[in-house]
């Protein structure tokens, strides 16, 4: 696509973010579509050749010329299945219908002589070759895109997690102040979550399961032809052989709760990444991070000061959009009425506008990473200025001594003032406790109150 042509692009997918969202093409393009289908058709057809039932041999030639042609699938070869489909060619009346197109593709590019063209697509329902080609497509768009990106951002969170340890930081519950934590043990928090998403998301790609049972589910077709070929256990060898699982009880559709649990596994990643946006952006505002300003780069169009968060907030609207494609279409690909219906077919193309809109905010998630770095004078001075966060640490330890009314007396001290240290420090000297006792509460600081949050950073794997 031109520069022009993304300009007048009805979506920004293929307009605005076009260069974001081009790693998806060969996964997500109605030309990959068309290369996955060509994939499943030849690679059935050389299944059946394989069958001692069926009379169609295909010679080592033949099947590397047949696997050419989705292993080699070109621009022209897309433009030609789009012909068959609506204006038709050679001998072929337009079909306005893809699938049909796709088998007439390959019927078209047979090897001169060759006898195989009443097998191309033999009992076979088109939904068998959309469920297992989709599928195909989704796992490499997975395995090859988004995952990689997510393990990006994952060991971005997990190298500032270890630089950052030992920083202490105020923490904030109900964005009030609270006990303090560590930068780096937030960041470890995020790291370790988005690594159990990934595990999600890669275990539902690895369970993704195609069906192989003609119109009906019921291999009618294929047991009418050959009634002694135990078609079930070619059908099981031949959608594992693709490396899906194999389904064996469906209508004419697949099911697709496989796909369904994969798009929330995804939605959940993007949740954490939506809980990470919006802290940072937070952090960003109380001056915790300070951002990289990038030369020549516009923050407002009235206040040349600003270097605005952006990339927090492009990613949180993009998550926001894909969860919400993705929560529709998990909804609505596992319902079909009777043995099948269409609506999910033009519903299924939307796979890939989801998935654009989640690699657009992982990288956004990534470049806004790449460009903050901690305050670490803020983040103390906001310690030194809340002093009343030791009062948790001041009533435990009072507890440990016996005194009943120890979290009374510091809510007496702290609740609703303003508190400093010499407060704490004149309540310590009025105590009847010992002295050792007395040093522990005076040692007492916000910055050092941070228990083994630095240590908790070695639990990431």
């Excluded at 520069?3 to 605005?16: K, Q």
């Excluded at 939904?127 to 497509?137: C, G, K, P, S």
């Amino acid at each position: 696509m031109t520069e022009t042509d993304a300009l007048y692009a009805v979506s920004p997918l293929d307009g605005r973010y076009d260069g974001r969202t081009a790693p998806l093409s060969p996964y997500a393009s109605e030309a990959a579509l068309m290369r996955a289908r060509v994939r499943v058709e030849v690679e059935y057809l050389v299944a059946l050749a394989e069958l001692e039932a069926t009379p169609l041999e295909l010679d080592l030639d033949e099947r590397n010329h047949l696997r050419g042609l989705y292993q080699h699938f070109a621009e022209e070869d897309a433009e030609l299945i789009k012909k068959l489909e609506t204006e038709g060619h050679a001998e072929f009346e337009a079909t306005n219908h893809d699938v049909k197109a796709v088998e007439y593709f390959v019927r078209h590019r047979l090897p001169e002589g060759s006898d195989a063209s009443p097998w191309i697509h033999f009992g076979l329902t088109s939904e068998d070759v959309n469920n297992l080609a989709h599928r195909l497509l989704v796992r490499d768009a997975v395995d090859e895109v988004l995952l990689p990106a997510l393990y990006d951002v994952r060991e971005t969170l997990a190298d500032m997690a270890r630089e950052y340890r030992a920083l202490p930081m105020l923490a904030r519950t109900h964005g009030q102040p609270a006990t303090p934590t560590t930068f780096g043990k937030e960041m470890a928090v995020y790291a370790a979550r988005l690594g159990r998403a990934t595990g999600r998301i890669r275990q539902a790609t690895d369970e993704l399961r195609g069906k192989l049972g003609g119109a009906s589910g019921t291999y009618a077709a294929h047991v009418a032809a050959y009634p002694d070929v135990d078609w079930q256990a070619f059908a099981r060898e031949f959608v594992t052989g693709l490396g899906l699982e194999f389904e064996p009880l469906t209508t004419q559709v697949n099911p697709c709760d496989d796909l369904a649990a994969l798009f929330d596994a995804v939605r959940g990643a993007n949740t954490v990444l939506l809980d990470l946006d919006l802290d940072m952006w937070l952090y960003v505002s109380d001056r915790y991070l300070g951002q990289e300003a990038v030369e020549g780069e516009t923050g407002s169009s009235t206040m040349p000061h600003k270097v605005n968060p952006i990339d927090f907030e492009n990613s949180e609207g993009n998550l926001s959009k894909a969860n919400s494609d993705l929560t529709f279409l998990a909804d609505y690909v596992t319902t079909s009425r009777l043995q099948r219906d269409l609506s999910d077919s033009t519903v299924k193309r939307n796979i890939g506008g989801a998935f654009a809109h989640c690699l657009i905010a992982y990288g956004k998630t990534a470049s806004g990473l790449s460009k903050v770095v901690p305050n670490e004078q803020v983040m103390r001075e906001d310690l030194a200025d809340t002093p009343e966060i030791i009062g948790e640490a001041v009533q435990t330890i009072l507890r440990r001594e016996g005194q009943e009314d120890a979290y009374e007396r510091v809510k007496a001290v702290t609740r609703g003032k303003d508190v400093t240290l010499a407060d704490f420090r004149e309540m310590f000297d009025d105590l009847e406790i010992d002295e050792d006792v007395r040093e522990e509460l005076h040692a007492l600081t916000p910055a050092d109150y941070t228990g083994v949050a630095s240590e908790l950073v070695d639990d990431l794997e």
